[in-house]
């Protein structure tokens, strides 16, 4: 099977979530409701936390692209599967909190999709 658009896909998956943290770090009262949830207080405190979404996010892109540059497509398909439940835990905490369905299912469900077919393809699945 080939792997240069699922591989694309990964490296595409990758660096948004890269960009996404890093705007998480530099401004997290204003990406969060992009997230579907409210900003619960707008206190040094609540930021810190939120920072700590954004850190996760650049490291959760740094892991798939460094497997894309050391290992086959194989590894990076494995990564994005075990990686694609923390979109999908996203979604569930976005639905559980009362959040915006909207963004749950179009923002953080998509993703998971994504990156669950991307994964499978890699993996030689499909």
């Known amino acids: 099977m080939h792997t240069t658009i699922p591989l694309a896909i990964a490296a595409l998956l990758a660096a948004g979530i890269i960009v996404i943290g890093s705007f998480y770090i530099a401004s997290p009262e204003k990406m969060t409701p992009s997230f579907g949830l409210k ?3 707008p206190d040094p405190e609540t930021r810190a936390w939120l920072r700590l979404k954004g850190i996760r996010d650049i490291v959760s892109g ?8 050391t290992t086959n497509p194989r590894t990076v398909g494995v990564a994005l599967l075990a990686e694609s439940f923390t979109a999908f835990g996203d ?3 976005v639905l559980g909190s009362g959040g915006s369905r909207r963004a749950a299912f ?15 393809f890699l993996i030689n699945i499909f």
Do not use: K, Q, R
């Open 106 to 120: 179009s923002i953080h469900g998509v993703t998971f999709a994504v990156m669950v077919v991307a994964g499978l």
């Open 91 to 93: 979604m569930c905490n």
């Open 62 to 69: 740094l892991v798939v692209l460094s497997l894309m540059f």
């Open 39 to 41: 900003l619960p207080s």
